[in-house]
Nanobody
Framework: QVQLVESGGGLVQAGGSLRLSCAAS????????MGWFRQAPGKERAFVVA????????YYADSVKGRFTISRDNAKNTAYLQMNSLKPEDTAVYYC????????????????WGQGTQVTVSS
């Protein structure tokens, strides 16, 4: 079992920045590829970004390329999402996910999910 706890969400003005954290407990987070997803009101949960087990590979949704950066510190069992140049359309609940693979793939569901953290970007 892996427990994922997100933090760092909040209210920010357009153009601002936030850094989300996803702390993993239980089994070693280094055994899992990690991803971030988001769900806006009235919309389905959508992929944002993922990172491989070692951090050597990252994958971004087109909508966040150049603005968001994923990273991880396996020694701290934590993944991060640095969000810059935020836009009102980035408003959503952000979820951390863990998948027991070397490289994250959306062909298969995540093995574990966090409870989510709200990000609200005002215009």
């Amino acid at each position: 079992q892996v427990q994922l706890v997100e933090s760092g969400g909040g209210l920010v003005q357009a153009g601002g920045s936030l850094r989300l954290s996803c702390a993993a407990s239980g089994r070693t987070a280094a055994n899992y590829a990690m991803g971030w997803f988001r769900q806006a009101p009235g919309k389905e949960r959508a992929f944002v970004v993922a990172i491989s087990r070692t951090g050597s590979s990252t994958y971004y949704a087109d909508s966040v390329k150049g603005r968001f950066t994923i990273s991880r510190d396996n020694a701290k069992n934590t993944a991060y999402l640095q969000m810059n140049s935020l836009k009102p359309e980035d408003t959503a609940v952000y979820y951390c996910a863990a998948q027991g693979r070397t490289y994250y793939t959306n062909k298969y569901p995540a093995d574990y999910w966090g409870q989510g953290t709200q990000v609200t970007v005002s215009s």
